[in-house]
């Protein structure tokens, strides 16, 4: 079955970086456009970049500048680099495909920029 799982999230100091990865299974990979989405607390789950099959990248404009989204379709893998985070970007970040007419999302894995 489909699975997504995140990994590298945690605490970063404002003006600091993180990458996002997400190991992707179950399906090919490689034909299917990757999207990258965030929770704040209290707040509606939010498109944050996609990738498509071609490797062209489409970001938020609270992104652009800052994230960059690639893929590895040898490793069946999407990561997200984030640069110059600040406190509104603290958050559950979501891996998320459509396959065969569904949404599947991973589990997410936190950031929190604090001092």
């Known amino acids: 079955q489909v699975q997504l799982v995140e990994s590298g999230g945690g605490l970063v100091q404002p003006g600091g970086s993180l990458r996002l990865s997400c190991a992707a299974s179950g399906f090919a990979f490689s034909n299917y456009h990757m999207n990258w989405y965030r929770q704040a607390p209290g707040k509606a789950r939010a498109f944050v970049a996609e990738?498509?099959?071609?490797?062209?990248?489409y970001y938020a404009d609270s992104a652009k500048g800052r994230f960059t989204n690639s893929r590895n379709n040898v490793n069946r893998t999407t990561s997200l680099q984030m640069i110059s985070l600040q406190a509104e970007d603290t958050a559950l970040y979501y891996c998320?495909?459509?396959?065969?007419?569904?949404?599947?999302w991973g589990r997410g894995t936190q950031v929190t920029v604090s001092s």
């Open positions: 998320q495909t459509f396959h065969a007419s569904k949404f599947y």
């Open positions: 990738i498509d099959v071609d490797g062209n990248t």
